[in-house]
Each structure stands twice: as structure tokens, then as C-alpha cells.
């Protein structure tokens, strides 16, 4: 898991080993709203929730040679509403539920945990996590994709800049989709996950 302070170098803690080649494409995921439904602030494990088909749906992708990254604003942990150890428990749980779907997990989780008002350069729709992922893993951001139910999602995939920019309707993606414009330059509009996915792998 990746933790960006405001200052310096991005503290880096690796939650499991991962070997892939260079120029690998990369699913860059939204988490909340995206993948598990979103109570506002998940503070706890036990109250994680899969959206139906999103197992099913980083399981395909990953078959298909996709590494998979989530990159998530988790303002709660500045807010006092989550705490570090807390948040690493969640992505610990979420990885687990995967696995027992659909045989599938998180490559790596990236989060921006500061305020909105702190002024960092991580927080999306910056796009400071993907890049650091993809220098990291040594990503090809041309062959990669970014699907997520808000339009910061939208935005951070093109600035970064990956391949294609999905938007799920899922979580909150039915009211963002009213809010599009035409600068937001978004490829594709799924009903969820599964969805989306398909959609990449067939373009």
C-alpha cells in the first residue's frame, strides 16, 4: 500500500510481494462504489460488501494479463474517522472476499488519506498515484485503463494520461454520469464492473 505525505518521498508499505514484467497494462480501479459498496467512510472490515459481478470481474482481467491497482481518496483517515492500521485491515478483508469469489485480488492499493483542504498532490483527480504505480511496476499507461463511479475517476485517468477512461453507474456513477461534460471525454458508461471490463477487453 502506497501513502503519500505531503512532503518528500511517498512511504511505500508492501503488503505482498509482486513480480510482473515491464510494460505489463494495468485496470486501475475506484474502491468504494466500484468494487464494494459504499456506507461513506468504511472504517471496518466486517462491513465490507462486494458488488455483485466485480469478483467475477477483476478475476477476468486478471486472466486476461491485467495487473490490478486501486486508487482510492480516504480523506477518513485525516478526518479521524479511519484509522492506517484500519484501512490496511480493509484492503487485507477486500482481497480475501475476492479470493473466495472468484479466485481474484488486488495487485496493490494506492490511497491518498489527507484532508481535501491540505493542499496535497495526490488526492484525484490528481493523477501523482497512478504515476507512481506505473513507475513502480514498471506500467504500460497506454494499454491500461482506469473505471470508477465519480467523475474525479474520469479526470484522473485522462491526466495521468491511461488508454480509457470508464465510468460505472454503480455508487454514485448514476448522478456523476448527469454531470458529465464533454472535457470529462469519457470512453465508455458501464451499469458496473463486470461491465466494464468487458468493454476494455473487447476495444
Not at 469478483?55 to 482510492?72: C, L, P, T
Not at 488508454?163 to 470512453?187: A, C, F, I, M, N
Request: charged fraction near 30%; glycine fraction near 6%; include cysteine.
Amino acid at each position: 500500500m502506497l501513502f503519500r505525505s505531503k512532503r518528500g518521498r511517498p512511504q511505500v508499505k508492501k503488503e505482498s510481494p509482486v513480480m510482473i514484467e515491464k510494460t505489463k497494462r494495468a485496470l486501475f480501479l475506484d474502491r468504494d462504489g466500484t468494487i464494494n459498496v459504499d456506507p461513506g467512510y468504511l472504517s471496518k472490515p466486517d462491513l465490507l460488501e462486494l458488488l455483485p459481478g466485480a469478483a467475477e470481474a477483476i478475476r477476468k482481467a486478471r486472466d486476461h494479463g491485467f495487473f490490478i491497482a486501486v486508487i482510492s481518496n480516504q480523506s477518513g483517515v485525516a478526518r479521524g474517522l479511519i484509522s492506517p492500521e484500519a484501512l490496511s485491515d480493509i484492503h487485507r478483508r477486500l482481497n480475501e472476499l475476492l479470493q473466495e469469489r472468484a479466485g481474484a485480488w488486488i495487485d496493490h492499493f494506492a490511497c491518498c488519506t489527507h484532508h481535501p483542504s491540505d493542499g496535497c498532490d495526490c488526492r484525484k483527480p490528481l493523477p501523482r498515484l497512478v504515476l507512481d504505480t506505473q513507475a513502480m511496476f514498471g506500467l504500460d499507461l497506454s494499454r491500461s485503463a482506469f473505471i470508477g463511479d465519480r467523475l474525479t475517476d474520469i479526470r484522473t485517468g485522462r491526466a495521468a494520461p491511461v488508454r480509457y477512461s470508464v465510468l460505472v453507474r454503480t455508487g454514485q456513477g448514476q448522478d456523476e454520469e448527469k454531470k458529465l461534460t464533454p472535457k470529462d471525454r469519457v470512453d465508455f458508461i458501464a451499469e458496473n464492473l463486470f461491465e466494464a471490463v468487458n468493454w476494455v477487453l473487447t476495444n
